[in-house]
């Protein structure tokens, strides 16, 4: 038996959450992450040159996301409601419009498509989608057969949504998203509530009685059959009776695991298509609460944040990690008349704890990415977003896949 009941391995939600559920059940439980910070793909630090924190990773949950909030009353951390937005910008077939996103003759055709988007969400979450769910966001535009304004506008959506290059990317996500939050306005009339203090005050809460190791990227992980062995890159050495794994999938394949992950397992390893650019602007001329979307320059999606006491404004954007991205032409495309002023990001998909942004099967390959292919392999769990059995991809699924991974921890003995 090793010296402790149980290695934690990542300390993102899904990793925070599995140890801190060992430890309230009184596990010797370490959680071994490799950044000197908590919180993984979530990010709270300030805009570059100023002292305004943003969420450089994930932001926003639903009311319907029921770990996050429970999870934040337990810590007393408070919601902050992000405005709904109040004013629109889009860019389709060409044309900077403030009113409806499409030309007026476009407009059946958009309601036909968000139609049948609806009922292929419903479809997606009940798992009968069928081939459609391994299809790319382009092709399935393609297949809608909308006119140029309005097939820009879905797009633009799906680079918000499904994080990734729509030749990329599958559907299915996307359409599950949709569904579980409300319909195709629910992504904007449900997701906007944030922690007040931020993600990560809230990952150092969760993790404060826990024995957090940071610095510590593991490298090795061997069952040696009465426990598990877990080697770091830095020469550290540990063994517990179990390991709960809660690194991102595309980080995986970096881990030498002993025995080798089954073959099911090391099929979806690395599959995550995400690859989203989150873009944070400082600028002047933008109306606080201002939404864009569609066809733009690296970046698809926009939305004006926050009001700053000088009259400058905050705005995040969408896109995707195409490369030669250029902050002002991405904000000029959408607000000609606004002035940047600083922009700020981090590179998830080049950073080497993440490899990748949120859950997002890959083109013709939507059987791979799925909790299933992730059961126990021997004294090792898997948990994560990536492949949450519910609300994958999102940091709800990140926190009810951690506290599944401590129930198997605790099952097991
Ligand atoms: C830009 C962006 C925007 C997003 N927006 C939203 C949003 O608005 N709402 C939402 O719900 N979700 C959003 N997400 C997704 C959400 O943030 C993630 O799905 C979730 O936080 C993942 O949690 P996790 O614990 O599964 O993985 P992670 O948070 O990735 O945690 C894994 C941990 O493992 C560590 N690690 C990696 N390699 C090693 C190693 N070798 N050894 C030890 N530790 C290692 C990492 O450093 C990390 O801390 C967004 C993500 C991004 C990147």
């Not at 149980?6 to 992450?33: N, P, Q």
């Not at 081939?131 to 057969?145: E, G, K, R």
């Not at 922690?195 to 940071?214: H, N, Y």
């Not at 400082?282 to 066809?295: D, V």
Request: negative net charge; hydrophobic residues 45%.
């Amino acid at each position: 038996m090793g010296d402790l009941d149980c290695i934690v391995v990542g300390g993102g939600f899904a990793g925070l959450r599995a140890a801190r559920d060992l430890h309230d059940a009184g596990r010797r439980v370490a959680l071994l992450e490799a950044r000197d910070r908590l919180g993984g793909r979530t990010w709270t630090r300030p805009f570059a040159g100023t002292g305004a924190n943003v969420e450089i990773g994930g932001a926003w949950f639903t009311p319907g996301q029921d770990e996050v909030v429970r999870e934040l009353d337990r810590y007393g951390v408070g919601t902050r409601t992000y405005p709904a937005p109040s004013r629109v910008r889009w860019h389709t077939d060409g044309v900077l419009r403030d009113g409806l996103p499409v030309p007026f003759d476009e407009i059946g055709a958009l309601e036909r498509a968000l139609v049948t988007i609806a009922g292929d969400g419903a479809r997606a979450r009940v798992g009968t989608l069928g081939p459609v769910a391994s299809q790319s966001c382009a092709d399935y535009i393609v297949a809608l057969d909308v006119p140029r304004a309005t097939a820009e506008f879905l797009a633009a959506w799906w680079v918000m949504i499904g994080g990734t290059d729509p030749a990329r990317g599958a559907i299915i996500d996307a359409l599950q998203a949709i569904a579980s939050h409300g319909g195709v306005t629910g992504l904007i009339t449900a997701l906007r509530y944030a922690p007040a203090e931020g993600w990560s005050e809230f990952a150092r809460r969760m993790g404060a009685d826990v024995d957090v190791r940071l610095g510590v990227p593991v490298a090795r992980i061997v069952d040696a059959g009465g426990s598990v062995r877990v080697e770091c890159a830095g020469g550290t050495v540990l063994t517990a009776a179990r390991v709960v794994v809660a690194l991102p999938v595309n980080v995986l394949p970096h881990v030498a695991f002993e025995p080798p992950l089954p073959t099911a397992t090391a099929e979806a390893a690395g599959t995550n298509a995400g690859r989203s650019v989150k873009l944070w602007f400082h600028a002047r001329g933008i109306p606080p609460g201002s939404l864009a979307a569609g066809r733009g320059a690296g970046v698809s999606w926009l939305y004006a944040d926050r009001l700053l006491a000088d009259g400058s404004v905050f705005a995040l954007g969408f896109g995707w990690d195409a490369p030669g991205l250029d902050p002002a032409a991405a904000l000029h495309a959408f607000w000609p008349e606004a002035e940047l002023l600083a922009s700020d990001w981090h590179d998830w998909n080049g950073d080497p704890f993440s490899l990748g942004t949120w859950a997002t099967a890959t083109v013709g390959k939507a059987d791979l990415l799925v909790h299933d292919r992730f059961p126990p392999h021997g004294r090792i769990a898997f948990a994560g977003a990536d492949i949450a059995p519910h609300e994958a991809g999102w940091i709800e699924g990140a926190l009810l896949s951690g506290a599944a991974a401590a129930r198997w921890a605790l099952a097991a003995g």
